[in-house]
C-alpha cells in the first residue's frame, strides 16, 4: 500500500512516545488536559437525556441538518454575547465535533501543501498536528509574558510570502498559561488588518477566569472578517460529549459547514440535544462558578507547593484562569532529563519542545493543574522537585 | 482571504442546488436516505441513556481513546464475525463519527492531487465529495445488473497509472440497489490481488437484506489485508448518535488512528456508550428484524405501484436490501426535465447524474423507500408516473 505523502509527516513521533509514558496508570500526571470529572453534572444529565429522548427521540436520533442543532446554535450566540462581547448571527455559526475539528478544517480549507501558517511560539500540540496533514510550512511568531508580539508578526508578515492564516490562544493559552492584555489585542488587529490575514481565535479555556474580567475577543474587535472564532463545551460541561463550534463572516462558514457535510455529515445530534436541553433546565453558569472556584483553588495550591519546593532558577507562569502553567528550567537544566528522571519517580509533564514546530528548547515543561486533588498535587510537585534537583 | 485549491472543486454544485429543491417540506421526497423513524427504539435508549450517565458518568463524559470503547469495538468485532463471516481482531476496529469520517479520512490517507479513485459507475455522492477534498482524478468502473465487472476492472488497471485506490459498495449499493453475487466478489478479489490494490469495501445496508443470504463481504475473502471495511449503526440503530467504523489491517488501522486524533480526537463517549448499553441490554438483532419487515414492505409496495403505473420503457431495479433503487427512463425522456417536471407536482427523487463523477447520461434516478409510509408511497409513484408521461 501506498499512503499519501502528507501521512510521512504524520508518523508517530518522539513526542507521541513519550506521551505515552505519561499515560501510566500509576503515575501522578500534569500532563493531560482532562477536567475535573467530579464536577460533571452527572444526575442532571442522566435526567435531561432521559427526558429529551422520550420527548423528541425520533427528531433526536434521525439525521439533522450540517450546520447544527438551531435551539443549540442561538444559545451559542446569546453566549459569545455575555460572555466574550461578541456579537455573531446564530447562522454563522457551525456545531462540529469538539472545536479540534474546527482546526482541522480550517487546515482544509486555508492551505495547500508549502503554504505557511502563523502560530505563537509556542503553541497548542493538536492545532499543530491537525494543521499538519495539509503539509503547510510553520512560522513560529515571538511571543512574551503578554503573549504574542505584533510588532514581530508585522515584521514576519512583511518578509513572508504564502501567510495563509495564523493561530493563536489569546486566553490562557495552551501550553503557557498567558493571557494578551487588551492592548496586545488592538495591535495584533492592527497588523493582521494591514494584511487581511486571516485569524483563528480558538478559546476554549475563556470563561474560566480565576482573577481579573474577561477580556473582549478578537472577534469582537474584528472590523473586517477575518477571525473565526473557536469555542467548545469540554471546558465548560464535558468532553465526552464532543462538541465545539466556530463563528465566523457568513461567507467562510459557508465553506466550513461544505468542508463539515463531506467529513462526517453533522454532529452527533444526541450530544447537541443533551447540551441544549441541559442549558435549558439547568443553570450552566452556576456550573461553570463551580469549576472556576476548584480550579481556582488548584491553580493557588499548585503555585504555592512549586514557590515552597521548587529549586532557585526555575520559573513559571501565573496564569489568570485556564488548565496550564508553563514551567522552565534553569539554564543547562535538560527538560528530557527531567522529564525521563520524574517518569522513574511517577510524575509527568509534557515536554516543552512538544509545542514548538520547528525551533526547540529543551528548557521547559507544560503543568497540568486541573485534573488532580490536593494531595496528589502537592505530592507531584514534591516529586518533581526532587527530579529537578537531580538533574542540576 | 485566499481559500485552499481544493475548495474549487468543493464548490456549491448544479447537483447541491437541486438537492435543495427536494428538501422542502410538502414534498413527497424519494430524494433522502433516512431511516424510518417510528422504528427508533426511543423508550428503551431513554432509558439506557439515564442509567448509563448514573452508572459511569465521569468516565462516559471525560475525554476517551481516540480508537474507541472497548466494548463496543469488541461487540463490532463479533457482529461482522456473526453477519458477514468476517473475522477481525476488536484492535483492528476504530470507532468514527459515522461511516462518512472513514470515507474522508480514506481519502486523506491515500490521496495526493492527481491520484486515482476508482469507483463504481455511479456510485455514492457522498463518498466521491469526500475524496474530492484530496483532488484526485475520478475513473469509474463498468457495472452491469450485477455490480461492477472485474474484467473491466483489471483493463483499467493495468492502462491506468497511479491508482491508489478503489471504493465499492458490494450489498445493495447506492444508488442503484444492485448486490455483486459470490462470483463477482471472488473475480473482483482476484484482481485487486494482482494489482495490490486497497479497497474501501462500505457495507452500511448489508443486514438489511429482503431475500436471500447474506453474502461473505470482500473482507472476509480478503487474504493480503488489501480491504478496509466500512461499517455503520444509522441503518440497524440510528443515525442521529453519529457512530461507524473502519475495520482493516492494523498497520493500516494504526495511520486512520493518527488522521483520527489530529481530525477531532474521538467519537462521541456518549454515542458510543449509548450503543454499547443498548446492545448489552437490549436485542438489537430483534429490533434489526423489525427494520427488515418493514422495509422489505415498502420495497414490495413501491416495486409493485411503480409496475401499474409507470410508462411502458421505464426500467428499475429489483433490489435485495437497502434503501434505494435505479430507475432508467426510456431513451430520450431527461431525467433533469423529469425531475423539474416531479418538483412541479410535489415528488422528488435524486437525479441520477449526481452519482457520477465524470459520465453524464441523464437517463436515471435515483429512488429510496425506507422512509415513507403506505399511502405517500402510493401517492408519489402517481405523481411521477404522471410527471414522467408529461416528459415523454
Redesign the interface.
Known amino acids: ?7 510521512e509527516r ?3 513521533s518522539e513526542i507521541r512516545e513519550l506521551l505515552k509514558l505519561t499515560a501510566q496508570p500509576d503515575i501522578i500526571s500534569f500532563a ?1 488536559g ?2 475535573a ?2 464536577l ?1 453534572p ?2 442532571e ?3 435531561v ?3 429529551l ?2 420527548k423528541e ?8 441538518t450540517t450546520e447544527g442543532r438551531p435551539a443549540l446554535r442561538a444559545k451559542i450566540a446569546q453566549r459569545m454575547a455575555d460572555k466574550y462581547n461578541t456579537v455573531v448571527d446564530k447562522d454563522d455559526i457551525l456545531i ?3 472545536s ?2 474546527c482546526l ?1 478544517f480550517a487546515g ?5 501543501p508549502g ?1 505557511v501558517v502563523l502560530c505563537e511560539s509556542p503553541s497548542y500540540l ?1 492545532a499543530l ?2 494543521f ?3 503539509e503547510p510550512r510553520f512560522v513560529e511568531v515571538p511571543t512574551d509574558n503578554d503573549g504574542l508580539i505584533p510588532e514581530e508578526l508585522d515584521k514576519i508578515l512583511a518578509a513572508t510570502p504564502r501567510c ?1 492564516m495564523i493561530y493563536v490562544i489569546p486566553d490562557f493559552q495552551n501550553p503557557t498559561g498567558r493571557t494578551w492584555p487588551m492592548e496586545r489585542r488592538r495591535a495584533f488587529m492592527e497588523v493582521v488588518n494591514k494584511y ?1 490575514l ?1 485569524v483563528l481565535e480558538d478559546n476554549p479555556y475563556g470563561e474560566l477566569r480565576y482573577e481579573g474580567e474577561i477580556l473582549p475577543s478578537l472577534k469582537s474587535l474584528d472590523t473586517k472578517g ?1 477571525v473565526m472564532f473557536l469555542g467548545t463545551f ?1 471546558k465548560i460541561f ?5 462538541l465545539g463550534w466556530v463563528a465566523a463572516e457568513h461567507k ?1 462558514i459557508e ?1 466550513f459547514v ?2 463539515k ?11 447537541q440535544g ?1 447540551a441544549d436541553a441541559y442549558m435549558e433546565s439547568c443553570d450552566l453558569d452556576a456550573h461553570v462558578k463551580d469549576i472556576v472556584a476548584l480550579y481556582r483553588h488548584r491553580r493557588d495550591l499548585i503555585l504555592k507547593e512549586m514557590a515552597a519546593k521548587f529549586p532557585a532558577g526555575c520559573e513559571w507562569t501565573h496564569p489568570q484562569g485556564g488548565l496550564f502553567l508553563w514551567l522552565t528550567f534553569p539554564e543547562g537544566v535538560s527538560a528530557l532529563k527531567v522529564f525521563n528522571k520524574c517518569i522513574e519517580k511517577k510524575v509527568a509533564g509534557v515536554i516543552g519542545d512538544a509545542f514548538y514546530p520547528n525551533d526547540k528548547t529543551d528548557r521547559s515543561m507544560r503543568i497540568n493543574f486541573s485534573n488532580m486533588p490536593d494531595d496528589r498535587i502537592a505530592e507531584g510537585v514534591s516529586r518533581m522537585a526532587q527530579a529537578i534537583k537531580e538533574c542540576m
Chains 1, 2 share one sequence.
Do not use: W
Open positions: 500500500m501506498k499512503f499519501a505523502k502528507r501521512m504524520m508518523k508517530a493531560g482532562l477536567p470529572p467530579e460533571f452527572v444526575q444529565i442522566a435526567q437525556s432521559h427526558d429522548v422520550l427521540g425520533r427528531q433526536l436520533l434521525q439525521y439533522a462540529t465535533t469538539g479540534q475539528q482541522d482544509k480549507l486555508f492551505l495547500d503554504d493538536g498536528n491537525a499538519n496533514a495539509y495563509k487581511d486571516p477575518l469540554s464535558c468532553p465526552g460529549l464532543r467562510v465553506k461544505q468542508i457535510q463531506s467529513a462526517d455529515l453533522h454532529t452527533s445530534n444526541f450530544d443533551v
